[in-house]
C-alpha cells in the first residue's frame, strides 16, 4: 500500500501537493457551512481565500521585484490558504485591516525578516503573530474543528510522507499531547474532556501537518528536527506561558524557528549559469559558478527556483542532488 502511495506522490511536488489539499480542505469547509453543519459563513471562507490570495499575490510581485529574486509562486498561494484556514471567516468591513495585515507581514517576512537570504521564520506564524500584536485580533484557527479532522489528518499524512517528516511530526505529536495531559492531571480536570478538546476541536493536526512540517524553517537533520519537535511540543498546549504571556501555536512555532535557525545552515546562494554539456540523449550537465564560498559534502542537495518564462505543472522549484567533487 505504501508503495502505491509512493508512487503517486512521487508524481507531484512537495509544494502542490500542500496547494491541493489546502484547496480541497477550504472547500469541504465551504459545503459543510452551506448546508449548515458549519456554523461559518461559506461567503465568508470564499472571501478569506480570494482575498488573502490576492494580497499576498501583490506583495509577493512588489518585494520580488524590488529585491530582485525570482518567487515560486506556489508557495504565495499556499501562505494565503493557510492564513484563510486559521484567520476567522470574513464577518464585516472591519476584519480587512487584519486580514490585508496579515497577508502582507506573511509574504514580507520571507524578504525583509532573512539573513543571508534565508527567511528565519513560518511566514505565516510571524504574520499572524505581528497582526496581533498590531491589531490585537489573535487567529482563531477555525480550520480545527471535529468535522474536518478527518479530511485534515488524511491529506495531512500524506503531506508528511512526501517531506518525510514522520519521525519529527510523530515526536512533536506525543510531546503536546504528554505536555496537555501533565497540566490537565496537575489540574484535576478531566483527562477524557482534555483529550477530545485537543485531538478534535483544535488546531492541533492542521499545525502538526501543515505548519510544523514548513521545509525551509526547520532543521535540516534528523537528531536537530527531534529536538525541534521536543520544544515545539512543549511550547504548543494553551496552559504554557512565560509570565502572563500565555503561548498560542503560532508564537509556540516561532520560538522553534528561532532555534531551527540557529542550528541550520544559514547560506543561500545566488548561481549564474557557465555552461552546459549535451552528455546523452536526455541527460545534459549544467555547470554553475557561485557568488559565494560553498563548502561542500558528498550528499547534499539544493533547493532550486528558476525563473522562467515556459513553467511546466510542477511549478518552478526542484529539489537536485550536487553531483560535484568536494576537492573541487
Not at 480587512?96 to 509574504?107: D, H, R, T, V
Request: hydrophobic content about 50%; some cysteine.
Amino acid at each position: 500500500m505504501l508503495n502505491i502511495v509512493d508512487s503517486l506522490l512521487d508524481r507531484i511536488t512537495m509544494y502542490r501537493l500542500v496547494l491541493y489539499y489546502l484547496i480541497v480542505l477550504l472547500g469541504v469547509a465551504f459545503l459543510l457551512s452551506l448546508f449548515g453543519i458549519l456554523t461559518y459563513s461559506p461567503l465568508g471562507i470564499l472571501f478569506n481565500a480570494v482575498f488573502l490570495t490576492v494580497v499576498c499575490y501583490i506583495a509577493n510581485k512588489t518585494f520580488a521585484y524590488v529585491f530582485e529574486v525570482p518567487a515560486n509562486i506556489e508557495s504565495v498561494y499556499i501562505t494565503a490558504l493557510i492564513l484563510a484556514c486559521i484567520i476567522s471567516p470574513f464577518r464585516t468591513i472591519h476584519d480587512l485591516p487584519m486580514l490585508g495585515f496579515a497577508g502582507m507581514l506573511a509574504i514580507a517576512s520571507k524578504y525583509i525578516l532573512a539573513l543571508r537570504k534565508k527567511h528565519i521564520f513560518n511566514p505565516v506564524a510571524i504574520g499572524v503573530a505581528l497582526t496581533a500584536i498590531g491589531f490585537g485580533g489573535l487567529a482563531s484557527w477555525w480550520v480545527g474543528n471535529a468535522w474536518l479532522t478527518p479530511f485534515i489528518v488524511i491529506g495531512g499524512l500524506l503531506v508528511v510522507r512526501k517531506t518525510r517528516r514522520e519521525y519529527m511530526v510523530w515526536t512533536f505529536i506525543a510531546v503536546a499531547i504528554a505536555v496537555v495531559l501533565l497540566f490537565t492531571i496537575l489540574n484535576g480536570s478531566s483527562l477524557s474532556t482534555a483529550l477530545n478538546q485537543i485531538l478534535l476541536h483544535s488546531s492541533f493536526f492542521f499545525f502538526a501537518f501543515v505548519m510544523f512540517t514548513e521545509p525551509l524553517t526547520t532543521p535540516p537533520t534528523l537528531s536537530l528536527q527531534m529536538t525541534y519537535a521536543v520544544l515545539v511540543g512543549v511550547l504548543f498546549p494553551p496552559q504554557v506561558h512565560i509570565g502572563s504571556l500565555y503561548l498560542t501555536p503560532e508564537l509556540a512555532l516561532v520560538i522553534g524557528n528561532v532555534y531551527s535557525y540557529l542550528v541550520s545552515p544559514k547560506q543561500r546562494l545566488i548561481l549564474r549559469l557557465k555552461e552546459k554539456i549535451q552528455l546523452g540523449p536526455d541527460i545534459i550537465d549544467f555547470v554553475f559558478t557561485s557568488t559565494e564560498q560553498l563548502t561542500f559534502t558528498p550528499g547534499q542537495y539544493m533547493e532550486w527556483t528558476l525563473k522562467h518564462p515556459h513553467t511546466d505543472s510542477r511549478g518552478n522549484r526542484r529539489y537536485f542532488t550536487l553531483a560535484s567533487s568536494p576537492t573541487e
